[in-house]
């Protein structure tokens, strides 16, 4: 890293941080995803649980103290949320012009109707930003036994290890499971004492086009104690062009004020080369809260594209400083520093950023 890019990253983290509902956050309080997001598997739309932590247990302020906090929801059946980012990027790629730019990440709103509160409900994710419009989820779920069996029907993220913010992560972009790959699917799940499990029943498209009339079955289970969570995930799609399969190992812990979380992902694609390949993505992360509504996060990621090629790994080094100010506002601001093999520039770029998050 030259001169200059250690000054702007020191003005950056001397002018900004931020925050995110990522899954650290379960770690660190030992709930399930489901006590504070309407989708079981996390992400999206927050439950009343979820929007009272983000007001009382986030922030390093509270301006509405006096004032009924904000819930979600609209009389008894409707509950509505929404996500603003908007970011600034600086990004340095070798033998190549520095790009700066600002731009709105992403612009969602949330809406769900509990048509039978606690048993049928209907959910929509809708993207409104950047560029058109785009549906993320739509789908209706029943729990067959309340908060312990359901179904859900129609388009859905699918459940496979860690739902993390950022898509980008190699262990998202290598399973092609992530927060922009939404399936067409029916998922049954259960949550049951410490265990959460889902079984999916998609399209296959999570990953990229529907390659022909076979369907992709993803499962996921993970044991949740209070202090430390396991979880396993697998995945196999069958395609014209060769099958894959996916593994992913995942886990979290807390020691002290520090949430760590892990994940390993095998991939075995027969439809990458005319004899398959064999993809590894790890991630490790530290979450370390110093005081309430600041956040310290630390991870390596290291991606094999392919084992039986020698000295072809990346790895991705990513700081970034998260503060939560007050109710509703986030700021963040990072470096990630890319490191591959010399003939790939842009596997060896540093990036640096400044992200505003507003929520409801």
């Not at 399936?183 to 029943?201: F, H, M």
Request: net charge negative.
């Amino acid at each position: 890293m030259n001169v200059r890019s250690c000054l702007a990253l020191a003005a950056l983290l001397f002018f900004a941080a931020g925050a995110h509902a990522e899954p650290y956050f379960a770690v660190r309080t030992g709930l399930k995803c489901v006590q504070c997001h309407a989708n079981v598997t996390g992400g999206g739309l927050r439950t009343p649980f979820g929007n009272a932590y983000a007001q009382t247990g986030l922030p390093a302020r509270r301006l509405r103290v006096e004032e009924e906090p904000w819930s979600g929801m609209l009389g008894r059946y409707v509950a509505i949320g929404g996500n603003l980012r908007a970011n600034f990027d600086h990004v340095d790629v070798p033998d190549q012009d520095e790009r700066s730019a600002f731009d709105v990440a992403e612009g969602r709103i949330f809406v769900e109707a509990s048509v039978i509160p606690g048993r049928l409900s209907v959910y929509v994710d809708e993207q409104l930003a950047p560029g058109d419009a785009d549906n993320r989820e739509a789908n209706v779920r029943l729990w067959l036994r309340e908060g312990t069996w359901y179904v859900k029907a129609g388009k859905m993220y699918l459940p496979f290890g860690w739902r993390l913010e950022d898509d980008n992560a190699f262990v998202r972009q290598v399973s092609g499971i992530n927060m922009t790959t939404a399936d067409d699917a029916v998922e049954v799940g259960l949550e049951y004492g410490a265990w959460s499990a889902q079984l999916a029943v998609s399209n296959g498209t999570a990953g990229g086009p529907e390659l022909d009339n076979g369907k992709q079955l993803t499962l996921r289970a993970a044991h949740v104690r209070p202090t430390w969570r396991a979880g396993l995930s697998a995945s196999f799609n069958d395609t014209d062009a060769g099958d894959r399969y996916a593994l992913a190992l995942h886990a979290g812990i807390r020691t002290g004020p520090i949430a760590w979380l892990g994940e390993v992902d095998y991939i075995d694609d027969d439809g990458l080369g005319p004899t398959g390949r064999q993809l590894i993505a790890a991630l490790g992360e530290a979450n370390w809260m110093p005081r309430r509504g600041h956040n310290v996060k630390l991870t390596f990621e290291w991606f094999d594209p392919d084992d039986d090629v020698d000295e072809d790994e990346q790895t991705r080094t990513s700081l970034v400083y998260e503060l939560t100010p007050v109710e509703f506002l986030q700021l963040r601001v990072g470096a990630r520093v890319y490191d591959g093999i010399p003939q790939n520039a842009l596997q060896n770029r540093e990036q640096y950023f400044i992200e505003l998050h507003g929520f409801f």
